[in-house]
């Protein structure tokens, strides 16, 4: 699986140019799976019956998903956004079929919380805006056999000494 930025170059390819310098050029691709409302190309212009005739014509195979829905709500990634921006941890656990989970590597910070007893982990965001801020009940894994439970600050970080510095999460175990 690979990422790619969305920059304005990026989202004025035109249909034939995402498939053709994206999807055969620079991916090679030899299967795509896509779901039944798939988009692509400026102004949206490309769908699935695009993909079928190039996969023909460049050698590729391509399969169209069904929409999955639960509890009469589509699951996408914007279903699952929207829930957890409104704090809806139920509906966001159902639609991914597994808690919500954030994940990162802990790095140095200045060691605050050990003066008043509460060591910290400190966890840089990998996304620039978190789909969740705020302060939670959480549980820890990966510093025993068993999670520890925890509470964690996910957002911007809370003053200290006039300071406020960008999105990380903070987590007390």
Request: hydrophobic letters at 40%; glycine letters at 12%.
């Amino acid at each position: 699986m690979r990422a790619l930025g969305l920059d304005r170059r990026f989202a004025a390819l035109t249909a034939q140019n995402f498939i053709s310098d994206l999807l055969v050029k620079h991916l090679r691709v030899k299967f795509l799976a896509v779901g039944d409302d798939f988009r692509f190309g400026a102004g949206r212009e490309g769908d699935f019956l695009l993909l079928q005739k190039a996969g023909m014509e460049y050698g590729f195979d391509i399969t169209s998903t069904q929409t999955f829905c639960e509890g009469g709500v589509r699951i996408s990634s914007t279903a699952v956004r929207q829930a957890l921006a409104d704090d809806n941890l139920a509906l966001a656990e159902s639609l991914l079929g597994h808690p919500f989970a954030i994940s990162g590597r802990v790095v140095h910070g200045d060691e605050l919380g050990r003066t008043i007893g509460f060591p910290t982990a400190n966890v840089p965001l990998r996304r620039q805006v978190s789909p969740v801020k705020g302060v939670y009940a959480v549980e820890v894994l990966g510093l025993g056999e068993k999670p520890l439970p925890g509470v964690a600050n996910i957002g911007t970080r809370p003053t200290v000494a006039g300071i406020r510095k960008g999105s990380n999460w903070k987590c007390i175990c």
